[in-house]
C-alpha cells in the first residue's frame, strides 16, 4: 500500500506514528556501524561510497546503488518481521525503482513442478532450513542470505538446490511489477506475502529513503 503526502519530519514521527499503529519496531539488522541508524530504529536507506559492511560483515546492499534483486527483509530470522516500511524523502532523477512481487502472483503463474519445488524443496538459511513458501503463505527468499548460509556451514548448494535458486531468481524478476516513489510517498509492504528490490541508479542522485521494520 502507497500512502502519499507522508510529511518529512526531522526526527521521523509520521513515519514512527504509522509503524506504531501496526505493531512493535524491530530492531535487527540496523546498521549501527555504517552510521545509517536514527532514532527509534529509522534506517537511512541512500548510497555511499565505497563497499559497506552489516554487522555480520556481509555487503550491505541498501547502502548501494546497484539493482537489489527480489528478497523478503530479516530472511535470516525464524519469523522475519512482517511488514517493511519505505518512505520516500528524494527519489533518483532516473532509476532506482521499487520491484514488487506477492506470493499471489507467484503461485498464479507456477506449474505443477514449480509450485512444489517453492513449496517442498528447503535451503538454507542463517536460521535454519526453510521453503520458499510454506503452507501458511508465508513467502521468504534472499539469494544471498542462501548462498552465505551454505557458506558458513562449510556445505555447498546441492545441484537440485542450486538449479531452483537460479530459476526461481529467474522467475521471479520476469514477474516483478515497478513502482516509483516521489517524496512524501510511503510505502507499506507485507514482508510475510511480497519480495521486494530495486532498480539501480545514479550513486551521486542523493536517492534517499527511510526505512522501518515492524513485528
Known amino acids: 500500500m502507497r500512502i502519499r503526502d507522508v510529511p518529512l519530519h526531522p526526527e521521523n514521527q509520521a513515519l514512527r506514528a504509522l509503524a506504531a499503529e501496526l505493531g512493535p519496531v524491530s530492531t535487527r539488522g540496523l546498521s549501527h556501524r555504517a552510521g545509517l ?56 532523477e532516473r532509476g532506482g525503482d521499487t520491484l514488487l512481487l506477492a506470493v499471489e502472483e507467484i503461485l498464479e503463474q507456477a506449474t505443477r513442478e514449480v509450485r512444489i519445488a517453492l513449496e517442498q524443496l528447503r535451503l538454507p538459511y542463517p536460521c535454519g532450513d526453510r521453503v520458499t513458501i510454506e503452507t501458511s503463505g508465508v513467502l521468504r527468499f534472499n539469494a544471498e542470505e542462501i548462498e552465505s548460509a551454505a557458506l558458513r556451514r562449510g556445505v555447498p548448494l546441492s545441484l537440485p538446490q542450486r538449479a531452483w535458486l537460479a530459476r526461481f531468481e529467474q522467475r521471479f524478476a520476469r514477474q516483478a511489477s515497478r513502482l516509483r516513489l516521489n517524496a512524501g510517498d510511503l510505502l507499506i509492504i507485507d514482508n510475510w506475502r511480497m519480495l521486494h528490490g530495486r532498480t539501480a541508479f545514479d550513486a551521486s542522485s542523493g ?9
Open 207 to 215: 536517492r534517499l529513503l527511510k526505512r522501518l521494520r515492524v513485528l
Open 37 to 92: 541508524v536514527e532514532s527509534g530504529a529509522v534506517q537511512r536507506v541512500e548510497a555511499l561510497p565505497g563497499p559497506v559492511l552489516d554487522q555480520y560483515a556481509k555487503s550491505l546492499r541498501s547502502a548501494g546503488s546497484d539493482a537489489f534483486a527480489l528478497h523478503s527483509d530479516e530472511s535470516f530470522c525464524l519469523r522475519p518481521a512482517r511488514w517493511v516500511l519505505l518512505h520516500c524523502w528524494q527519489p533518483a
